[in-house]
Every structure is written in C-alpha cells, then in structure tokens.
C-alpha cells in the first residue's frame, strides 16, 4: 500500500501564504504524477494543480499565478505554495498519487509490481477576509 500523509494547512488572513507538503511511503517503485485537489463546502473536488516524474505542471485558472506545484528530488514529497490567498481558497486540500508499487502476491512470498493511484486524508486551508 502507498500512504500519502499531507501537513501545513490551517488559518491565513487574505493575501498571506501558505505551504502545504504531502510524503508518500510504501513499497513505491515510482510515482508517476503528484497533485493537489481541493473540496470546498458543499461543492464538488476540484483539480488545483499536477506534476509529472518530468517536471511538468499544470493548473487550474483559479491556481495559475498565484500557486506552485513542487516535488523534491526524491519524486515522493510534493508541495503545494499558496500565496495571494482569498476567502474563495478555502477548502480541504488533498495529496493524490498515481505510479506503482510493489504488492505482495497471492502465494504470499512473491512481489508483484502494480499501478496505484492513491489519496490523502486531507488539510483544512481556511481564508479569512
């Protein structure tokens, strides 16, 4: 199983940053994409930014210029900066991995290499005004 464990959410006035980390562990062979997902209140998970095994990102509008995505050299612990803030970012922020990772088999004594795609337990970001 891959574990993915995210910190350094919590309270921020509008416009002040923060830093959320997510670290993976397990039996990871490789982690393909890190991202960052965000659930406000009443309202569906919504993608906020990717990162591939290369480097390249993505992000949503809502994201773009005020947000990165960073993963250490590692590849197993992802970062998201949040700076410029507004209420409108409030919301549990999740780590989500995909890649693949050994299993143990059936018969109990091989390794089995498997996809796995994986999610945290998420980190409250609150944003005042």
């Known amino acids: 199983q891959v574990q993915l464990v ?26 393909n994409v890190l991202g960052w997902y965000r659930q406000a209140p009443g309202k569906e998970r919504e993608l906020v930014a990717t990162i591939t095994i290369g480097g390249a990102t993505n992000y949503a509008d809502s994201a773009k210029g005020r947000f990165t995505i960073s993963r250490d050299d590692a590849g197993n ?3 998201l900066q949040l700076n410029s803030l507004k209420p409108e970012d409030t919301a549990v922020y999740y780590c989500n991995a995909h890649g693949s990772a050994w299993y143990r088999g059936e018969d109990g004594h091989t390794l089995d290499l498997k996809d796995f795609g994986s999610w945290g337990q998420g980190t409250q970001v609150t944003v005042s005004s």
């Open 6 to 31: 995210e910190s350094g959410g919590g309270l921020a006035q509008e416009g002040e940053s923060l830093t959320l980390s997510c670290a993976a562990s397990g039996s990871i062979f490789r982690i």
């Open 77 to 79: 612990t992802v970062y």
